[in-house]
């Protein structure tokens, strides 16, 4: 499995940008698919998930109501829609793939088998 993230760039406070990350070499329909970022000095933290299958989707406290991930079923294309963004959403973002787990926190980083390369994204005050 390929993830390949991209959509980054510069924007300033209080603009949107769309992440895409698009996948290849998967089979089936029953995985999760999830973005995570990560700030200099800062573990990586979850954002957002969504469950393949089905339309399950997850959202870090932080930015509830102003991020969504909507996803295209036909691309095998899932998206990170940022909105209102803020200085300190400035961060490299990730994606990550796995099958569904059983018992297992999709919000978690660990939870992901396959990652893409990150994509940054710098919100300017």
């Known amino acids: 499995v390929q993830l390949q993230a991209f959509g980054g760039g510069l924007v300033q406070a209080g603009g949107s940008l769309r992440l895409s990350c698009a996948a290849s070499?998967?089979?089936?329909?029953?995985?999760?698919m999830g973005w995570f970022r990560q700030a200099p000095g800062r573990d990586r933290e979850f954002v957002a998930a969504?469950?393949?299958?089905?339309?399950?989707?997850y959202y870090a406290d932080s930015v509830k109501g102003l991020f969504t991930i909507p996803k295209d079923n036909p691309k095998n294309t899932v998206y990170l829609q940022m909105n209102s963004l803020k200085p300190e959403d400035t961060a490299l973002y990730y994606c990550?793939?796995?099958?569904?787990?059983?018992?297992?926190?999709?919000?978690?980083?660990?939870?992901?088998?396959?990652w893409g390369q990150g994509t940054l994204v710098t919100v300017s005050s």
């Open positions: 990550g793939s796995s099958p569904v787990k059983v018992g297992r926190r999709v919000t978690a980083a660990d939870y992901y088998d396959y």
């Open positions: 969504v469950i393949w299958s089905g339309w399950l989707t």
């Open positions: 070499g998967r089979t089936g329909t029953t995985y999760a």
